[in-house]
């Protein structure tokens, strides 16, 4: 699925606040695309039901919560 495709191929996803030096790489992998409708430089979108690696899914939420509590 192309990353622009939200619109006519909708998914269940989760936004996630992410390390900015991590989302580069993160992206190209299936399943994580630019956060949709949030600052693409600190946030980014998981597929929930097409995202195969649940531990490293955990570990996302993880960093995230982290991220957000510091506030």
């Known amino acids: 699925m192309k990353r622009n495709d939200f619109r006519s191929n909708p998914m269940e996803i989760v936004n996630l606040k992410c390390e900015p ?3 580069p790489t993160l992206i190209r992998e299936s399943g994580i695309y630019p ?6 430089q600190h946030w980014i ?27």
């Open 35 to 40: 956060a949709y409708h949030m600052n693409k």
């Open 21 to 23: 030096d991590l989302i």
């Open 45 to 71: 979108s998981v597929d929930i039901e097409g995202y195969e690696a649940l531990d490293k899914l955990k570990m996302l939420v993880d960093m995230s919560y982290q991220l957000v509590g510091k506030k």
